[in-house]
């Protein structure tokens, strides 16, 4: 069975600071790859995704994410983070021949000053 | 371009009553969805319409949950009766046809049975 992993539940970190979010996924067929982010008492919006092609992928808010086959990871980075990107973050997979989204738990991102 | 638009946004109920969501996709999507998230949780797929027809709901409660989407636009997810374990919000998305993966959401109804 497909699962989707994100290995932390909190992430805080000091605003202007670098962080990471991480994702592991288990499959035996290809995958698509989704980072979403959820703010407070809103849906979720798409940060970026692999599809194909290169590895690093770029989305929007300056995130990046990079997919490693033999790991199984999709990680989460951004250089310097803002008090605005607190939220709740979250890693998904969809299969090759199918539109359905298997998601992590989420990983809530608190950004301090 | 307008988002998914659900109703109501916040719904409070006893258990053993019944409710409906409602949700309208994006002009155009023939994909819709409607995703479970519990608290602490990621978003779970109740079911999957292609058009008005149902692509994936096997993890849906047939028991007490039923979803239809009339004229393949509009949706209508419907628990009856509800269980205290049905509190949790519901999300609707909606995309292109397969082979465009991004799907887009909605902003989501939270529901409380108490």
């Known amino acids: 069975a497909q699962s989707v992993t994100q290995l932390d539940s909190q992430v805080p970190v000091f605003e202007e600071a670098p962080v990471e979010l991480r994702c592991n996924y288990s499959s035996s067929v290809s995958v698509y790859l989704f980072w979403y982010v959820q703010y407070p008492n809103q849906g979720l919006q798409l940060l970026l995704k692999y599809l194909s092609g290169s590895t690093l992928v770029k989305g929007i808010n300056g995130f990046e994410a990079e997919f490693n086959k033999s790991q199984t990871s999709f990680h989460l980075r951004k250089p310097s983070v803002h008090i605005s990107d607190t939220a709740e973050y979250f890693c998904a997979v969809s299969f090759k021949y199918g539109n359905k989204l298997v998601f992590g738990a989420g990983t809530i991102l608190r950004v301090k000053s | 371009e307008a988002g998914v638009a659900q109703s109501p946004r916040y719904k409070i109920i006893e258990k053993r009553q019944s409710v409906a969501f409602w949700c309208n996709p994006i002009?155009?999507?023939?994909?819709l969805y409607w995703y479970q998230q519990i608290l602490g949780q990621g978003p779970k797929l109740l079911i999957q319409?292609?058009?008005?027809?149902?692509?994936?709901d096997s993890q849906l409660p047939k028991d007490r949950f039923s979803a239809e989407r009339l004229k393949g636009v509009d949706s209508t997810l419907k628990i009856q009766p509800a269980k205290l374990e049905d509190s949790a919000v519901y999300l609707c998305?909606?995309?292109?046809?397969?082979?465009?993966?991004?799907?887009?959401f909605g902003p989501g109804t939270r529901l409380t049975v108490t």
């Open positions: 002009s155009g999507h023939a994909t």
């Open positions: 319409f292609q058009n008005n027809g149902v692509v994936d």
């Open positions: 998305a909606s995309s292109w046809p397969l082979g465009r993966y991004e799907q887009y």
